[in-house]
């Protein structure tokens, strides 16, 4: 399976839809070594591969542009002395429900919580940080 090709037609794919997402995604060349979906770090935009070519292209475009959304928006900020695990949530719960209010269709299992659309990652993390069971990834849990 040749990721880069994938990932080169779903990233044209999202800059038709979306073209700020998708040049947010443009300095970046992918790394297919990623262990944790997709994800962008210090060491640059890593993709488990298998995973994403596991996805129909539609959830991949999704992928993309939630990447994108969490480069741009003003409504995420850094994480401060946070838990990290819980702050992540918080985030990806106000990407998601960003992205399918929308329009995309997001992965199998995905975080939707629509409430969290118009809320900023201070607010989303007050909101869900007491939850039973947040505190930590479950084991084996790679990113």
Known sequence: ??????????LERLR??????AGALDPFVPDFTGTYTVVVGREGLKVNGPWYAGL????????????????????LRPCGDRN??????????IT????????????RG??????CRDLDSD???ERIKDVPGLSGPPTGMAN
Request: aromatic fraction near 8%.
């Open 1 to 10: 399976m040749d990721h880069r090709a994938l990932y080169d037609t779903d």
């Open 16 to 21: 038709r839809r979306a073209p700020e997402l």
């Open 56 to 75: 129909d292209a539609e959830e991949r475009v999704t992928c993309l542009a939630s990447v994108g959304f969490r480069m741009t928006s003003p409504l």
């Open 84 to 93: 990290p695990f819980v702050w992540n949530l918080a985030c990806s719960a």
């Open 96 to 107: 998601n429900a960003n992205l399918a209010h929308e329009g995309f269709r997001l992965p």
């Open 110 to 115: 995905a975080l939707l919580e629509p409430t």
């Open 123 to 125: 607010a989303a993390y």
